[in-house]
């Protein structure tokens, strides 16, 4: 009797949340809205027993997106969130075109004005914050950075001569150019002096690699260890990147600075909930109080829309028009 060939098993199709992120990656989405999106979905099949999103429809989701506002009390923008991951869900990884999620009603987030500190204020703050910090909080407010901005910023996007800073994929995956001002050039050159020396050291420990974007280190093996690529602020610490799973210096974790914004503004003894996103709104504000034109601030602030931007006039000294109040010239 012949022998039968062995067939070769057929490898296991991707789990639906091994899909998602894998859909992801290749778009490039930063692992912060990775995890938030997978955890959404995963919240969405545990509130419906456990089925499989193509046996749901309209009514599952109006239906969690109610139990969020309503049983969960979440905030619009949560909400928005989570409609956002289902959106990617069903257009992007099951390939389903279902015209009703666009139907879906969408939770209007609440307008408010932002938080904005005096010229004295943030003076007060910056003087409560020493080194690496100080340093961070100054790029907040005398750049108009966010605060992941900055710390994903690499030495090679601050050019000392021109005095600019080029912010690469800063929100919605578009590049600008802010100004870097001058009373931090000296700052920021002895900082980086310290960062270089300590990635001279990972170098001769082998891990002097830092994360390149958009796979670029496939494209270019060796410019991961380049001192141009290194961030301008990394990490006391060496940890495990979740993705590649290599042991390399990260840069300085956000709530690190939060943390130290937040002690700060206590120290300085405000009444205003400052947090670091705080000196970006209070550095637009201070130049539009300048008198500079609000298509130059919108630029700075890479805002998409002059809209967005008018919010600002909202909170000026003598409001949005600088009109006077007619009891002052009584």
């Known amino acids: 009797m012949p022998n039968t060939p062995i067939q070769p098993d057929k490898p296991t199709p991707p789990k639906l949340l091994e899909q998602v992120v894998a859909k992801m990656r290749i778009k490039h989405y930063s692992l912060r809205t990775e995890k938030t999106y997978v955890d959404w979905i995963k919240r969405f099949i545990w509130h419906h027993g456990k089925r499989h999103p193509k046996e749901m429809g309209a009514a599952e989701v109006e239906a969690f997106l109610t139990y969020l506002a309503i049983e969960r009390n979440v905030s619009a923008s949560t909400q928005n969130q989570a409609k956002s991951a289902l959106l990617y869900l069903y257009k992007e990884v099951l390939a389903i075109e279902l015209p009703w999620l666009d139907k879906v009603t969408q939770a209007n987030a609440p307008k408010r004005l932002p938080v904005v500190l005096t010229q004295a204020e943030v003076q007060a703050v910056l003087s409560r914050l020493d080194g690496t910090m100080w340093l961070i909080a100054s790029l907040l407010y005398g750049s108009g950075l966010r605060i992941m901005e900055v710390l994903r910023l690499r030495v090679k996007d601050v050019d000392f001569a021109r005095r600019e800073i080029l912010v690469r994929e800063g929100k919605g995956f578009k590049d600008r150019v802010t100004m870097l001002p001058l009373s931090l050039v000296e700052p920021l050159k ?7 020396a300590l990635h001279k050291e990972d170098l001769t420990t082998g891990h ?7 796979a670029l280190d496939k494209k270019y093996p060796n410019a991961g260890t380049d001192w141009r690529w290194q961030y301008c602020f990394p990490s006391i610490k060496l940890s495990v990147d979740p993705r590649s799973k290599v042991v390399r210096r990260h840069h300085v974790d956000e709530k690190t600075v939060q943390r130290a914004v937040k002690k700060a503004v206590n120290l300085a003894g405000l009444t205003k909930l400052a947090t670091p996103h705080t000196f970006r709104h209070s550095f ?3 130049l539009l109080e300048g008198g500079y034109d609000i298509r130059t601030v919108q ?4 805002h998409s829309d002059v809209t967005t931007t008018m919010i600002y006039t909202h909170v000026l000294n003598k409001g949005g028009r600088g009109v006077s ?3 002052d010239v009584l």
């Open 190 to 196: 002895s900082h980086l002096l310290k960062v270089q």
């Open 208 to 214: 002097g690699a830092v994360f390149m974007p958009m």
């Open 284 to 286: 637009a504000t201070h």
């Open 299 to 302: 630029e700075l602030l890479g």
């Open 325 to 327: 109040s007619p009891l």
